[in-house]
Every structure is written in structure tokens, then in C-alpha cells.
């Protein structure tokens, strides 16, 4: 008897806490929670059938730097942000890279965010500046050949420095609501329109997970870079991502990871202004999204939906009263330590506050598995796909065409894969290393040449 007492008085605690963190009001995290199901996956066969194209790729610069996502390329050398906060300038052909820009300040590591900033999607204007989406700080445009202060990028006086605009910043109010949490974006050929995402209006970076467990918040802008007018295209996207405009300027599309859709907003014709879901039953959830050189869409699977694993945005999605509860569990738990570092911010706390709103961590739960599709930008049918079954390269963000090259951007990875672009259409299990220099065989290892000592 004196077990079942026990027992049963831990199941009334129990029962009593849970009523508590559902029925608080007033309690964060300030959303809501509806129920939701995402399509089922398709079937991986024909142009999805799983392949080992990315099984034995070179992973650039390893342990030199930590999640290359997303590019930019002027005068061949490509561009690209660091989590520290870090935008460094890679040498493609002498395999190195130097930093060039950044927009925080200085930070110990990657839960400093706060400080440092976390620069995502880019683009160069037609005359040499870079337009960043800085995840915690806003739209920036960068002149990278200015010189002002010293020591912004890091302790040296020999570093060129940068003159840094703000365009667009999370404090600033549209239609009610802040911007919060910047992603990617496009440029027009005009060079003055930009079409960004803004991942949550509710949530910054470092509670992203939030966002995933809760009703969607993202939106669509469109900003003049001549006028500084802005305009909200779609509203209600959950973790709005990556973004791209077709070659002829009649439609843009952007990723919706938090529901495994891809979305065509159409700039001209007929359907100009209209809104519409181009592919809404993908194999994983997208990040970014980049035309490549077949005039198709190349979309990064940040998480495979695995044929035979479930996913957990399938377990959960109709789930709203579990999601709640998650959500309102860790705002318990971090509450405290949100008030200490508010007061008095100690390396501990800020660590454990900022991993347990991060999604690294659960990231890494999935199996290791990379994926990329290739989208028609028409129809939204799966072409073709690039898998890494064996894990040799995961998380893939963005799968971006440079030259002979197809680099593969990863918030968590830290190294830059690549596979030459000759290796998609071939079922030969090469390094890019093989078949540059011509070798039958799969090579051995090799040391790559001219890299930088320090990690940034």
C-alpha cells in the first residue's frame, strides 16, 4: 500500500504542475499553439531515390571555422558568415580565407550571439557593397573598401576596416510588430529591391526553437534601397528562410521550415501580387534555397524526413497541447536564469540559457543523413537530388554553384564541403580531389594547402 501512496501522490504532483504550465496566464513564452500536420513525405524513388554523390566530399578549412550558411561571390572569391559573427572572404582556388568584416561586437563563443551577431543570407550591389541579413542585428549595407575604426574585426591594426549602415533593425515597428529575427535575402536587377525573410517577429535567434513549437510569426518584406520604403509581402510564415528570385524577375520563392513548404510569390504577370504554395509535401525541411546553373532551385534539407524514421515536427504538429507544454517547461526552467543574466551574466548562465532555446543541440538527435533537392521553379517537382548517406557532410543549408564547384553551407558544420558539380551527374564515388587530378580511384586523404592556423 505504502507503494501505491506513493505513487499516486506523485501522480497528482505531477498532474497539478502540468495543469499549472498549461493554464498559467500570462505565462511565456506570448504565442499561441494551434494543431497542424505536414503532408506526407513523398516516396524516396525515381528522381528522390537515395544516391552516395555526397558520401565522400572535401570539407574545406576543418576545425578552422564554424557554420558557413550562406554566400555571396564578388570578383570570384566567396563571401560568408561565421557563427562568431564573422564574415570572411574565401580564395577558392588557394584554399584560404581571411576575415574581412563584422557587424557586433566581440565574443568569447557562439552563446555570446547577442554580442557578436549572426550573419546569414548576402548579397553584392552592382557597386561592390554588401548587403547582409544579420540575424540578431538587422539589414546592413557594408562598404568593405572604407577604413574607420580599428580593432572591429579583431586585435590588429593592419586589417582594413569597414563602413557599416544599418538599414533595417529589430527595433524598428511595421504594421505593429517587430522584425526580429533576420534571414536571408535577394536582390533584384534593379539594385535597389531587396525581398528578405524575416524568420520571427516574436523571437530572436538564440529562442528559435520557439518559434518551430508555436503558430507562425514570419514574414515577407520588401525593402527600396533608394526610398527606405518598406512593405510586407506575406505574413504568417513559420521560420520564413531562404529566398530566391527566378532569372527573369517574375516570381520569388521562399522556404517555410517549420512546415516543409516552399512558397512562390509572383512579381509580374497575371498572378502579380498573388501568393501561393509551389511544393508542400518535401523530404525534409528546407533552409535555403538557390538557383543553380540548370535554372533550377537547389534546396538544403536542414532535417531529412527519413523514409521509415519519423520526424518530430510529424509527431508534434497535431499535437498543440504537447508543444505548449514543452514550450512553457523550458520558459520555467530558463526564467530564472533570464533574470540572473539580465542582473548579473556569468558564463554559466548564459550557456545554459542561450543551448536551451538553441536547435543545435536537438539537431543532433537526427540521424546523420545530407540532403539536397533540386526544385523546378514551375511546377515545384523534385528533378534531382544530392544525398550524403553516410553523414559525410549534414546539415546542409544551401547548395550554392560557383565556377566547378558546388559548396554546401551549414549553420553547425564546421567546415565547408564541396563536390566539383561534374559529380552530379555520375554515380562514381569520387573526392573532388579524384577527379581533379584525374584519378581513377577514390584518392586517399590529402592535406590541403595554405590554411590558416587560427579558428574564428
Not at 102 to 113: P, V
Not at 119 to 126: E, H
Not at 405 to 418: E, K, T, V
Request: charged share 20%; net charge negative; proline share 8%.
Amino acid at each position: 500500500m505504502g507503494f501505491l501512496t506513493a505513487f499516486a501522490r506523485i501522480t497528482l504532483d505531477m498532474t497539478v504542475v502540468t495543469l499549472i504550465i498549461m493554464c498559467l496566464p500570462g505565462f511565456p513564452p506570448y504565442t499561441t499553439f494551434e494543431p497542424f500536420e505536414l503532408p506526407p513525405s513523398p516516396p524516396w524513388t525515381g528522381t528522390l531515390q537515395a544516391n552516395e554523390k555526397l558520401n565522400l566530399v572535401d570539407r574545406l578549412f576543418e576545425n578552422k571555422l564554424k557554420g558557413p550558411e550562406s554566400f555571396a561571390v564578388k570578383d570570384g572569391a566567396i563571401y560568408t558568415g561565421l557563427m562568431s559573427g564573422v564574415i570572411v572572404k574565401i580564395d577558392p582556388e588557394a584554399l584560404t580565407f581571411e576575415p574581412v568584416a563584422k557587424i557586433g561586437e566581440y565574443c568569447e563563443e557562439q552563446y555570446e550571439e547577442y554580442k557578436c551577431g549572426r550573419p546569414l543570407g548576402m548579397s553584392f550591389t552592382k557597386s561592390g557593397k554588401l548587403l547582409v541579413c544579420d540575424a540578431v542585428f538587422g539589414l546592413y549595407i557594408l562598404d568593405l573598401d572604407k577604413k574607420i575604426e580599428e580593432n572591429r574585426i579583431m586585435d590588429s591594426k593592419d586589417l582594413d576596416k569597414v563602413d557599416y549602415k544599418p538599414l533595417l533593425t529589430p527595433d524598428a515597428i511595421l504594421n505593429g510588430s517587430q522584425n526580429i529575427y533576420f534571414n536571408s535575402l535577394v536582390l533584384s536587377q534593379d539594385d535597389e529591391t531587396v525581398f528578405l525573410t524575416i524568420s520571427s517577429t516574436r523571437f530572436p535567434l538564440r529562442d528559435s526553437g520557439f518559434e518551430l513549437l508555436s503558430d507562425p510569426s514570419g514574414r515577407v518584406i520588401k525593402y527600396n534601397l533608394r526610398t527606405e520604403e518598406t512593405e510586407i509581402l506575406v505574413n504568417n510564415i513559420n521560420f520564413a528562410n531562404g529566398i530566391e528570385m527566378d532569372p527573369d524577375e517574375e516570381y520569388i520563392l521562399f522556404c517555410e521550415t517549420g512546415r516543409a513548404k516552399i512558397h512562390k510569390y509572383h512579381l509580374k504577370g497575371e498572378k502579380s501580387g498573388q501568393h501561393e504554395i509551389l511544393a508542400e509535401n518535401l523530404p525534409g525541411l528546407p533552409d535555403n534555397i538557390k538557383i543553380n546553373d540548370n535554372g533550377n532551385f537547389y534546396v538544403g534539407l536542414i532535417s531529412p524526413r527519413i523514409p521509415g524514421k519519423p520526424h518530430i515536427l510529424d509527431i508534434m504538429g497535431p499535437h498543440n497541447w504537447i508543444r505548449k507544454f514543452l514550450a512553457r517547461l523550458i520558459s520555467m526552467v530558463l526564467l530564472p536564469f533570464k533574470t540572473i543574466n539580465n542582473i548579473f551574466p556569468i558564463a554559466m548562465t548564459l550557456k545554459f540559457e542561450y543551448w536551451c532555446g538553441n536547435l543545435e543541440p536537438l539537431a543532433h538527435l537526427a540521424p546523420p543523413y545530407g540532403l539536397v533537392v533540386e526544385l523546378d521553379g514551375k511546377n515545384g517537382e523534385i528533378v534531382s537530388s544530392l544525398h550524403s548517406t553516410n553523414g559525410a557532410v549534414r546539415f546542409i543549408a544551401e547548395a550554392f554553384v560557383h565556377d566547378r564547384w558546388i559548396y554546401f553551407g551549414s549553420p553547425y558544420n564546421n567546415y565547408l564541403a564541396r563536390i566539383p558539380k561534374r559529380l552530379r551527374y555520375t554515380s562514381q564515388q569520387k573526392s573532388s580531389a579524384g577527379v581533379t587530378l584525374g584519378l581513377l580511384n577514390d584518392p586517399e586523404p590529402v592535406e590541403l594547402p595554405g590554411l590558416p592556423s587560427p579558428t574564428i
